[in-house]
T-cell receptor, first 115, second 114 residues
């Protein structure tokens, strides 16, 4: 596609429910990243994919968070048993290759609100 | 571990004023440095980057110079416009950490008044 697409753009859920957030990266981009942006905070790294594998899961806040990527393309971030502190904007980014000089292309994010 | 520290906002300036947003970093290796910008209602986008010491990144009138001796990458613009109102994020990507994780600062919100 023309850019990184995330869905839904907004999600309101009740505490304790599970949610799935989807990211469709730019076609041909091998690297995919998930970040979390809380109100007044910077971007918190969650997980990185190179192809379908996730060599770095160190940023996932707890075992309630998981992510997968299939076909080297679409990725899903799943949050189980959501808590109020999970409320944030979840951003997805992709880059053509893995590398320190690579420019990240960001989606518009999913605003998650846990009531 | 690696980290990025940038000045807290918000920063409020009048149109045509000079802008500086400070950014310092800590890294184990020799990182690449970036400034990303988030305009209201839009996603983050790369503004400029520098990949080695003394490099200057520039775009849209903004500049930042990679200063290894002071571990800084301050963003500057000589004359801001209302359309520059946005949140600016300093970031690094460090080969010492495998180069696959870009670390961001907390962001600095800029308001430019007409």
């Amino acid at each position: 596609g023309a850019g990184v697409s995330q869905s839904p753009s907004n999600k309101v859920t009740e505490k304790g429910k599970d949610v799935e957030l989807r990211c469709d990266p730019i076609s041909g981009h091998t690297a995919l990243y998930w970040y979390r942006q809380s109100l007044g905070q910077g971007l918190e790294f969650l997980i990185y994919f190179q192809g379908n594998s996730a060599p770095d899961k160190s940023g996932l806040p707890s075992d309630r968070f998981s992510a997968e990527r299939t076909g080297g393309s679409v990725s899903t971030l799943t949050i189980q048993r959501t808590q109020q502190e999970d409320s944030a904007v979840y951003l997805c980014a992709s880059s053509q290759n893995r590398g320190t000089n690579e420019k990240l292309f960001f989606g518009s994010g999913t605003q998650l609100s846990v009531l | 571990g690696d980290s990025v520290t940038q000045m807290e906002g918000p920063v409020t300036l009048s149109e045509e004023a000079f802008l500086t947003i400070n950014c310092t970093y800590t890294a184990t290796g020799y990182p690449s440095l970036f400034w990303y910008v988030q305009y209201p209602g839009e996603g983050l986008q790369l503004l400029l980057k520098a990949t080695k010491a003394d490099d200057k990144g520039s775009n849209k009138g903004f500049e930042a110079t990679y200063r290894k001796e002071t571990t800084s990458f301050h963003l500057e613009k000589g004359s801001v416009q209302v359309s520059d109102s946005a949140v600016y994020f300093c970031a690094l990507s460090d080969p010492g950490t495998g180069g696959f994780k870009t670390i961001f600062g907390a962001g600095t919100r800029l308001f430019v008044k007409a």
